[in-house]
């Protein structure tokens, strides 16, 4: 699975936390420039996952990315940047898979 991964000035050790999930990094933004804060907001192509690191971004370009995931019908996983915060979003996320309770997620995921 592909992820955009937005937020954050360095990603650290989160690839090799999101390699464990079969996630792999397709294209990361920081969200920090201010261009981003109006630019239109668009997934790269084939992005299966939206990966928002809520302590390190803005409202505004948190909300056009996550606008862009729901005009897709791409799953939106919101944490802080830290290796135990992406995890236990990841494991939500996949039991919420599970059990069909996701709102984010189309039924053919």
Same mark, same amino acid.
């Given at each position: ?30 969200? /920090? ?29 948190? /909300? ?19 290796? @135990? ?7 939500? @996320?996949?039991? @919420?898979? /599970?059990?069909?309770? @996701? ?7």
């Amino acid at each position: 699975m592909k992820a955009l991964l937005v937020g954050a000035d360095r990603l650290g050790n989160i690839p090799r936390v999101l390699i464990e999930y079969g996630i792999s990094v397709a294209r990361h933004v920081s969200g /920090r420039e201010p261009a981003a804060q109006r630019a239109e907001r668009e997934l790269p192509a084939g992005t299966e996952l939206l990966i928002l690191f809520t302590d390190f971004v803005g409202h505004n370009v948190m /909300r056009g990315y996550r606008d862009a995931a729901r005009r897709q019908g791409t799953p939106v996983v919101a944490c802080r940047r830290s290796t @135990c915060s992406l995890r236990g979003a990841l494991d939500a @996320c996949a039991a @919420c898979r /599970r059990d069909g309770s @996701c709102p984010d997620t189309p039924s053919s995921l």
